[in-house]
Protein backbone atom coordinates (compact mmCIF):
# COMPACT_ATOMS: atom_id res chain seq x y z
CA UNK A 1 0.00 0.00 0.00
CA UNK A 2 2.68 2.39 0.97
CA UNK A 3 4.67 1.89 -1.74
CA UNK A 4 2.16 2.34 -4.16
CA UNK A 5 1.50 5.61 -2.67
CA UNK A 6 4.92 6.92 -3.18
CA UNK A 7 5.02 5.54 -6.65
CA UNK A 8 2.52 7.97 -6.96
CA UNK A 9 3.90 10.72 -5.53
CA UNK A 10 5.18 12.32 -8.42
CA UNK A 11 2.11 12.41 -10.08
CA UNK A 12 0.30 14.14 -7.34
CA UNK A 13 3.07 16.16 -7.28
CA UNK A 14 2.41 17.23 -10.51
CA UNK A 15 -1.63 17.61 -9.64
CA UNK A 16 -0.56 19.47 -6.41
CA UNK A 17 1.52 22.42 -9.01
CA UNK A 18 -1.50 22.19 -11.71
CA UNK A 19 -3.73 22.75 -8.36
CA UNK A 20 -1.37 25.73 -7.27
CA UNK A 21 -0.72 27.44 -10.95
CA UNK A 22 -4.91 27.50 -11.31
CA UNK A 23 -5.21 29.12 -7.74
CA UNK A 24 -2.52 31.43 -8.63
CA UNK A 25 -3.98 32.44 -11.82
CA UNK A 26 -7.55 33.10 -10.37
CA UNK A 27 -6.22 35.08 -7.38
CA UNK A 28 -4.35 37.45 -10.24
CA UNK A 29 -6.81 37.58 -12.31
CA UNK A 30 -9.50 38.31 -9.71
CA UNK A 31 -7.57 41.03 -8.10
CA UNK A 32 -7.29 42.60 -10.97
CA UNK A 33 -10.71 42.77 -12.14
CA UNK A 34 -12.55 42.78 -8.10
CA UNK A 35 -10.53 46.06 -7.59
CA UNK A 36 -11.04 47.75 -10.50
CA UNK A 37 -14.82 46.75 -10.04
CA UNK A 38 -14.87 47.09 -6.59
CA UNK A 39 -13.70 50.98 -7.12
CA UNK A 40 -16.78 51.52 -9.89
CA UNK A 41 -19.08 50.33 -7.47
CA UNK A 42 -18.20 52.61 -4.84
CA UNK A 43 -17.19 55.56 -7.26
CA UNK A 44 -18.81 55.17 -10.50
CA UNK A 45 -21.67 56.55 -12.43
CA UNK A 46 -25.31 54.87 -11.12
CA UNK A 47 -24.97 52.85 -14.37
CA UNK A 48 -21.92 51.01 -13.39
CA UNK A 49 -22.68 50.76 -9.84
CA UNK A 50 -25.88 48.81 -11.04
CA UNK A 51 -23.95 46.84 -13.45
CA UNK A 52 -21.21 45.86 -11.20
CA UNK A 53 -23.77 45.24 -8.32
CA UNK A 54 -26.19 42.77 -10.66
CA UNK A 55 -23.04 41.61 -11.79
CA UNK A 56 -21.43 40.75 -7.97
CA UNK A 57 -25.59 39.22 -6.94
CA UNK A 58 -26.08 37.21 -9.78
CA UNK A 59 -22.63 35.44 -9.14
CA UNK A 60 -22.43 35.10 -5.99
CA UNK A 61 -25.60 33.45 -6.00
CA UNK A 62 -24.84 30.86 -8.54
CA UNK A 63 -23.35 27.19 -7.43
CA UNK A 64 -19.19 27.38 -8.45
CA UNK A 65 -20.00 24.27 -10.03
CA UNK A 66 -22.79 25.59 -12.20
CA UNK A 67 -20.48 28.70 -13.36
CA UNK A 68 -18.09 26.01 -14.51
CA UNK A 69 -20.30 23.66 -16.48
CA UNK A 70 -22.09 26.66 -17.69
CA UNK A 71 -18.57 29.09 -19.19
CA UNK A 72 -16.93 25.31 -19.94
CA UNK A 73 -20.40 24.19 -22.00
CA UNK A 74 -22.07 27.13 -22.59
CA UNK A 75 -19.23 28.92 -24.65
CA UNK A 76 -18.73 26.85 -27.18
CA UNK A 77 -21.91 27.32 -28.14
CA UNK A 78 -21.78 31.10 -28.50
CA UNK A 79 -18.92 30.84 -30.89
CA UNK A 80 -15.90 31.04 -27.97
CA UNK A 81 -13.96 27.93 -27.99
CA UNK A 82 -11.76 27.80 -24.80
CA UNK A 83 -9.54 24.69 -23.68
CA UNK A 84 -10.77 22.81 -20.45
CA UNK A 85 -8.03 24.78 -18.51
CA UNK A 86 -8.97 28.33 -19.27
CA UNK A 87 -12.71 27.58 -18.97
CA UNK A 88 -12.59 26.83 -15.70
CA UNK A 89 -10.09 29.40 -14.94
CA UNK A 90 -12.36 31.99 -16.27
CA UNK A 91 -15.32 30.65 -14.30
CA UNK A 92 -13.37 30.20 -11.31
CA UNK A 93 -12.29 33.74 -12.04
CA UNK A 94 -15.85 35.31 -12.73
CA UNK A 95 -16.80 33.73 -8.83
CA UNK A 96 -13.82 35.34 -7.35
CA UNK A 97 -14.04 38.75 -8.47
CA UNK A 98 -17.53 39.21 -7.33
CA UNK A 99 -15.91 38.26 -3.65
CA UNK A 100 -13.25 40.58 -4.36
CA UNK A 101 -15.50 43.21 -5.05
CA UNK A 102 -17.16 43.08 -1.88
CA UNK A 103 -14.45 42.67 0.18
CA UNK A 104 -12.93 46.01 -1.76
CA UNK A 105 -16.55 47.63 -0.88
CA UNK A 106 -16.08 46.93 2.59
CA UNK A 107 -12.85 48.15 3.07
CA UNK A 108 -13.33 51.11 1.16
CA UNK A 109 -16.72 50.99 2.64
CA UNK A 110 -15.09 51.48 6.21
CA UNK A 111 -12.80 54.35 5.79
CA UNK A 112 -14.51 58.11 7.27
CA UNK A 113 -16.39 60.34 4.64
CA UNK A 114 -13.98 62.70 6.59
CA UNK A 115 -10.89 61.17 5.14
CA UNK A 116 -12.14 61.83 1.61
CA UNK A 117 -13.39 65.50 2.44
CA UNK A 118 -10.26 66.19 4.01
CA UNK A 119 -8.07 65.20 0.37
CA UNK A 120 -10.63 66.62 -0.87
CA UNK A 121 -10.06 70.16 0.82
CA UNK A 122 -6.71 70.18 0.40
CA UNK A 123 -7.27 69.67 -3.45
CA UNK A 124 -5.92 66.13 -4.40
CA UNK A 125 -7.07 65.17 -7.74
CA UNK A 126 -9.37 61.59 -7.55
CA UNK A 127 -6.41 59.23 -8.63
CA UNK A 128 -4.46 60.99 -5.62
CA UNK A 129 -7.05 60.60 -3.26
CA UNK A 130 -7.19 56.65 -3.89
CA UNK A 131 -3.78 56.26 -4.15
CA UNK A 132 -2.80 58.24 -1.03
CA UNK A 133 -5.85 59.03 1.77
CA UNK A 134 -8.36 55.79 0.46
CA UNK A 135 -6.41 52.48 -0.12
CA UNK A 136 -3.87 52.67 2.15
CA UNK A 137 -5.84 52.90 5.02
CA UNK A 138 -8.50 50.05 3.06
CA UNK A 139 -5.52 47.87 2.78
CA UNK A 140 -5.56 46.61 6.24
CA UNK A 141 -9.48 45.97 6.00
CA UNK A 142 -8.98 44.43 3.39
CA UNK A 143 -5.85 42.15 3.43
CA UNK A 144 -7.02 39.90 6.27
CA UNK A 145 -10.52 38.70 4.50
CA UNK A 146 -8.71 38.65 1.10
CA UNK A 147 -6.17 35.95 1.67
CA UNK A 148 -8.97 33.97 3.82
CA UNK A 149 -10.43 34.42 0.30
CA UNK A 150 -7.87 32.52 -1.26
CA UNK A 151 -8.53 29.45 0.57
CA UNK A 152 -11.51 29.18 -1.15
CA UNK A 153 -10.35 29.84 -4.68
CA UNK A 154 -7.66 26.92 -4.06
CA UNK A 155 -10.63 24.64 -2.91
CA UNK A 156 -12.58 26.08 -5.60
CA UNK A 157 -10.09 25.10 -7.98
CA UNK A 158 -10.53 20.76 -6.88
CA UNK A 159 -13.71 21.64 -9.11
CA UNK A 160 -11.68 21.59 -12.31
CA UNK A 161 -10.98 17.91 -11.98
CA UNK A 162 -14.76 17.49 -13.86
CA UNK A 163 -13.67 18.95 -16.86
CA UNK A 164 -10.90 15.97 -16.80
CA UNK A 165 -8.32 18.80 -15.92
CA UNK A 166 -5.46 16.71 -13.96
CA UNK A 167 -4.83 19.13 -10.54
CA UNK A 168 -4.22 17.37 -7.52
CA UNK A 169 -8.42 16.12 -6.82
CA UNK A 170 -8.18 14.42 -10.35
CA UNK A 171 -4.55 13.29 -9.57
CA UNK A 172 -6.26 11.36 -6.43
CA UNK A 173 -8.80 9.77 -8.50
CA UNK A 174 -6.64 8.63 -11.24
CA UNK A 175 -4.34 7.20 -8.52
CA UNK A 176 -7.44 5.48 -6.85
CA UNK A 177 -8.86 4.02 -9.95
CA UNK A 178 -5.07 2.59 -10.56
CA UNK A 179 -4.44 1.10 -6.91
CA UNK A 180 -8.03 0.93 -5.18
CA UNK A 181 -6.51 2.68 -2.37
CA UNK A 182 -9.21 4.97 -1.49
CA UNK A 183 -8.76 6.10 2.07
CA UNK A 184 -5.45 6.76 2.44
CA UNK A 185 -5.21 8.60 -0.55
CA UNK A 186 -8.50 11.07 0.21
CA UNK A 187 -6.83 11.47 3.13
CA UNK A 188 -3.51 12.21 1.73
CA UNK A 189 -5.28 14.88 -0.48
CA UNK A 190 -7.30 15.98 2.73
CA UNK A 191 -3.74 16.60 4.40
CA UNK A 192 -2.43 18.57 1.00
CA UNK A 193 -5.19 20.74 0.92
CA UNK A 194 -5.40 21.70 4.36
CA UNK A 195 -1.89 22.20 5.02
CA UNK A 196 -2.18 24.86 2.33
CA UNK A 197 -5.35 26.74 3.23
CA UNK A 198 -4.40 26.02 6.81
CA UNK A 199 -1.52 28.38 6.38
CA UNK A 200 -3.50 30.50 4.40
CA UNK A 201 -6.11 31.17 7.35
CA UNK A 202 -3.61 31.28 10.02
CA UNK A 203 -2.20 33.82 8.59
CA UNK A 204 -5.22 35.66 7.19
CA UNK A 205 -6.02 35.69 11.50
CA UNK A 206 -2.62 36.74 12.58
CA UNK A 207 -2.61 39.81 10.43
CA UNK A 208 -6.33 40.91 11.32
CA UNK A 209 -5.09 40.61 14.77
CA UNK A 210 -1.83 42.31 14.70
CA UNK A 211 -4.20 45.21 12.35
CA UNK A 212 -6.17 45.65 15.23
CA UNK A 213 -4.53 47.74 17.57
CA UNK A 214 -4.73 50.62 14.48
CA UNK A 215 -7.08 52.86 15.71
CA UNK A 216 -9.86 53.79 12.82
CA UNK B 1 -22.86 33.33 -33.14
CA UNK B 2 -25.08 31.50 -35.00
CA UNK B 3 -26.65 29.85 -31.95
CA UNK B 4 -30.80 29.86 -31.76
CA UNK B 5 -31.78 29.73 -28.24
CA UNK B 6 -35.10 27.01 -28.24
CA UNK B 7 -36.59 25.84 -24.66
CA UNK B 8 -38.61 23.76 -26.13
CA UNK B 9 -36.76 20.77 -24.90
CA UNK B 10 -36.25 22.23 -21.34
CA UNK B 11 -39.31 22.61 -20.65
CA UNK B 12 -40.34 18.95 -22.17
CA UNK B 13 -37.73 17.50 -19.07
CA UNK B 14 -38.95 20.06 -16.31
CA UNK B 15 -39.19 17.97 -14.50
CA UNK B 16 -35.97 16.19 -14.16
CA UNK B 17 -34.94 20.22 -13.30
CA UNK B 18 -38.00 20.61 -10.80
CA UNK B 19 -37.39 17.71 -9.28
CA UNK B 20 -33.37 18.18 -8.80
CA UNK B 21 -34.54 22.05 -6.91
CA UNK B 22 -36.93 20.15 -4.15
CA UNK B 23 -34.41 17.39 -3.81
CA UNK B 24 -31.52 20.25 -3.50
CA UNK B 25 -33.69 22.41 -1.21
CA UNK B 26 -34.48 18.81 1.02
CA UNK B 27 -30.67 18.20 1.06
CA UNK B 28 -29.94 21.43 2.46
CA UNK B 29 -32.76 21.45 5.10
CA UNK B 30 -32.10 18.25 6.65
CA UNK B 31 -27.89 19.15 6.47
CA UNK B 32 -28.56 22.01 8.28
CA UNK B 33 -30.94 20.77 10.68
CA UNK B 34 -28.11 18.17 11.57
CA UNK B 35 -25.61 20.73 11.57
CA UNK B 36 -27.32 22.91 13.78
CA UNK B 37 -27.44 20.15 16.30
CA UNK B 38 -23.54 19.08 15.52
CA UNK B 39 -23.02 22.98 15.75
CA UNK B 40 -25.22 23.63 19.25
CA UNK B 41 -23.26 21.01 21.00
CA UNK B 42 -19.61 21.11 20.05
CA UNK B 43 -20.10 24.67 20.75
CA UNK B 44 -21.74 24.78 24.24
CA UNK B 45 -19.48 21.76 25.08
CA UNK B 46 -16.25 24.09 23.48
CA UNK B 47 -16.78 26.98 25.76
CA UNK B 48 -16.78 24.77 29.38
CA UNK B 49 -14.67 22.33 28.04
CA UNK B 50 -10.42 22.03 29.30
CA UNK B 51 -8.16 22.32 26.67
CA UNK B 52 -8.24 18.88 25.65
CA UNK B 53 -11.56 18.82 24.50
CA UNK B 54 -10.96 22.47 22.33
CA UNK B 55 -8.35 21.07 20.96
CA UNK B 56 -10.33 17.98 19.35
CA UNK B 57 -13.73 20.24 18.55
CA UNK B 58 -10.89 22.51 16.62
CA UNK B 59 -9.26 20.45 14.77
CA UNK B 60 -12.69 18.98 13.30
CA UNK B 61 -13.83 22.88 12.68
CA UNK B 62 -10.15 23.61 11.09
CA UNK B 63 -9.85 20.40 8.77
CA UNK B 64 -13.43 20.41 7.66
CA UNK B 65 -13.05 24.20 6.71
CA UNK B 66 -9.83 24.11 4.57
CA UNK B 67 -10.82 21.19 2.70
CA UNK B 68 -12.27 21.38 -0.77
CA UNK B 69 -16.18 19.92 -0.06
CA UNK B 70 -15.76 17.63 -3.51
CA UNK B 71 -12.79 15.93 -1.68
CA UNK B 72 -15.12 15.09 1.76
CA UNK B 73 -18.03 13.82 -0.22
CA UNK B 74 -15.70 11.33 -2.74
CA UNK B 75 -13.85 10.49 0.74
CA UNK B 76 -17.27 9.94 2.55
CA UNK B 77 -18.42 7.80 -0.36
CA UNK B 78 -15.97 5.91 -1.49
CA UNK B 79 -13.28 6.16 0.83
CA UNK B 80 -15.17 5.25 3.66
CA UNK B 81 -16.73 2.19 2.94
CA UNK B 82 -13.62 0.30 2.37
CA UNK B 83 -11.64 0.80 5.39
CA UNK B 84 -15.40 0.48 7.60
CA UNK B 85 -18.43 -1.72 7.09
CA UNK B 86 -20.97 0.19 6.11
CA UNK B 87 -23.04 0.48 3.09
CA UNK B 88 -25.39 3.74 2.13
CA UNK B 89 -26.68 5.36 -0.85
CA UNK B 90 -24.89 8.38 -2.27
CA UNK B 91 -28.18 10.52 -0.68
CA UNK B 92 -27.30 9.37 3.06
CA UNK B 93 -23.67 9.97 1.92
CA UNK B 94 -23.62 13.73 0.83
CA UNK B 95 -25.97 14.16 3.63
CA UNK B 96 -23.95 12.95 6.18
CA UNK B 97 -20.90 15.08 4.16
CA UNK B 98 -22.96 17.97 4.41
CA UNK B 99 -24.30 17.82 8.10
CA UNK B 100 -20.75 17.33 8.94
CA UNK B 101 -19.79 19.96 6.98
CA UNK B 102 -22.64 22.62 8.01
CA UNK B 103 -21.65 21.34 11.64
CA UNK B 104 -18.30 22.76 11.33
CA UNK B 105 -18.86 26.41 10.29
CA UNK B 106 -21.65 26.37 12.43
CA UNK B 107 -19.43 25.31 15.93
CA UNK B 108 -17.87 28.73 15.03
CA UNK B 109 -20.92 31.15 14.37
CA UNK B 110 -22.67 29.13 17.61
CA UNK B 111 -19.14 29.87 19.23
CA UNK B 112 -18.72 33.78 18.79
CA UNK B 113 -22.77 33.87 19.42
CA UNK B 114 -22.31 32.33 23.24
CA UNK B 115 -19.20 34.87 23.74
CA UNK B 116 -21.63 37.53 22.60
CA UNK B 117 -24.26 37.23 25.15
CA UNK B 118 -23.73 39.95 27.69
CA UNK B 119 -22.36 38.75 31.53
CA UNK B 120 -25.04 40.61 32.75
CA UNK B 121 -27.71 38.22 31.49
CA UNK B 122 -26.23 35.05 33.24
CA UNK B 123 -25.47 37.35 36.41
CA UNK B 124 -29.29 38.08 36.50
CA UNK B 125 -30.10 34.07 35.63
CA UNK B 126 -27.67 33.28 38.67
CA UNK B 127 -29.58 35.95 40.70
CA UNK B 128 -33.07 34.79 40.56
CA UNK B 129 -31.68 31.63 41.33
CA UNK B 130 -31.69 29.55 37.83
CA UNK B 131 -29.38 26.23 37.72
CA UNK B 132 -26.45 26.41 35.35
CA UNK B 133 -28.61 24.35 33.13
CA UNK B 134 -32.01 26.38 33.16
CA UNK B 135 -29.41 29.23 32.71
CA UNK B 136 -27.90 27.62 29.69
CA UNK B 137 -31.19 26.57 28.66
CA UNK B 138 -33.45 29.74 29.01
CA UNK B 139 -31.10 32.70 28.92
CA UNK B 140 -27.85 32.02 26.83
CA UNK B 141 -28.87 29.63 24.17
CA UNK B 142 -32.20 32.11 23.10
CA UNK B 143 -30.07 35.06 23.05
CA UNK B 144 -27.06 33.32 21.03
CA UNK B 145 -29.66 32.17 18.69
CA UNK B 146 -30.87 36.00 18.02
CA UNK B 147 -27.23 37.07 17.58
CA UNK B 148 -26.69 34.67 15.14
CA UNK B 149 -29.59 34.47 13.16
CA UNK B 150 -28.03 36.26 10.25
CA UNK B 151 -25.08 33.89 10.03
CA UNK B 152 -27.44 31.23 10.43
CA UNK B 153 -29.17 32.25 7.11
CA UNK B 154 -25.95 32.62 5.43
CA UNK B 155 -25.27 29.66 6.34
CA UNK B 156 -28.13 28.28 5.13
CA UNK B 157 -28.14 29.77 1.49
CA UNK B 158 -24.40 28.71 0.37
CA UNK B 159 -25.26 25.22 1.33
CA UNK B 160 -28.19 24.97 -0.86
CA UNK B 161 -26.03 26.39 -3.56
CA UNK B 162 -23.13 23.68 -2.28
CA UNK B 163 -26.04 20.55 -2.68
CA UNK B 164 -24.74 21.21 -6.34
CA UNK B 165 -21.44 19.34 -5.21
CA UNK B 166 -24.06 15.76 -4.62
CA UNK B 167 -23.76 16.03 -8.40
CA UNK B 168 -20.66 14.28 -8.66
CA UNK B 169 -21.62 10.95 -6.98
CA UNK B 170 -24.87 11.09 -8.86
CA UNK B 171 -27.44 12.41 -6.21
CA UNK B 172 -30.30 13.14 -8.40
CA UNK B 173 -30.61 16.87 -7.70
CA UNK B 174 -30.79 20.15 -9.59
CA UNK B 175 -27.40 20.06 -10.90
CA UNK B 176 -27.42 16.68 -11.62
CA UNK B 177 -30.76 17.46 -13.51
CA UNK B 178 -29.06 20.00 -15.73
CA UNK B 179 -26.48 17.88 -16.82
CA UNK B 180 -29.18 15.19 -17.56
CA UNK B 181 -31.00 17.39 -19.81
CA UNK B 182 -27.14 18.62 -21.27
CA UNK B 183 -25.69 15.30 -22.48
CA UNK B 184 -29.39 14.05 -23.51
CA UNK B 185 -30.30 17.38 -25.63
CA UNK B 186 -27.55 19.55 -26.13
CA UNK B 187 -29.63 22.22 -25.41
CA UNK B 188 -26.50 23.71 -23.37
CA UNK B 189 -26.94 27.26 -23.13
CA UNK B 190 -30.59 27.02 -22.22
CA UNK B 191 -30.31 24.73 -19.83
CA UNK B 192 -28.11 26.41 -18.10
CA UNK B 193 -29.37 29.57 -18.29
CA UNK B 194 -32.75 27.88 -16.68
CA UNK B 195 -30.95 26.70 -14.13
CA UNK B 196 -29.18 29.27 -13.22
CA UNK B 197 -32.39 31.84 -12.69
CA UNK B 198 -33.40 28.50 -11.09
CA UNK B 199 -30.55 28.81 -8.00
CA UNK B 200 -31.01 32.29 -8.47
CA UNK B 201 -34.38 33.04 -7.60
CA UNK B 202 -34.47 29.96 -4.82
CA UNK B 203 -31.42 31.79 -3.22
CA UNK B 204 -32.49 35.21 -3.08
CA UNK B 205 -36.88 33.99 -2.20
CA UNK B 206 -34.39 32.46 1.09
CA UNK B 207 -32.39 35.71 1.19
CA UNK B 208 -35.41 37.99 1.35
CA UNK B 209 -37.48 35.80 3.58
CA UNK B 210 -34.96 34.83 6.04
CA UNK B 211 -34.19 38.56 6.13
CA UNK B 212 -37.36 39.34 7.23
CA UNK B 213 -37.09 36.92 10.01
CA UNK B 214 -33.89 38.27 11.53
CA UNK B 215 -36.01 41.40 11.67
CA UNK B 216 -38.78 39.82 13.69
CA UNK B 217 -36.84 38.69 16.08
CA UNK B 218 -33.55 40.51 16.11
CA UNK B 219 -31.87 40.27 19.38
CA UNK B 220 -32.44 43.87 21.32
CA UNK B 221 -28.93 45.25 22.38
Do not use: C
Amino acid sequence: MLGQIIYALPFLAEGFALTLWVSFLVVLFSLMAGVILGVGLVYGPVPLRWAVRIFSDTIRGIPILVLIFFVYYGLPAIGLHLPSFWAAVTALTLFKTAQVVEYLRGAVGSIPRGQTEAAMAIGLTFRQQLTSVIFPQAFRRFLPPWINGVTDAVKGSALVSLLGITDLMQAINQVIGRTYEAMPLYILGALIYFAVNYTLSLASRRLERRFTFIRE
Amino acid sequence: MGYALNFNLIWRHFDKLWGGLLLSLELAVISIAIGIVIGLVLAVWYVSAGRMVRGIIAAYVEFIRNVPLILLVYLVFYGLPTVADLAYSAQTSFIATLSLYSGAYLVEVFRSGLEAVPRGQMDAGRAIGLTPWQRLLHVRLPTMLRITLPALSNTFISLFKDTSIASVISVPELTYGAQWINFNTFRIVEVYLVTTAMYLFTGYIMLFSLRLLERRFRAAR
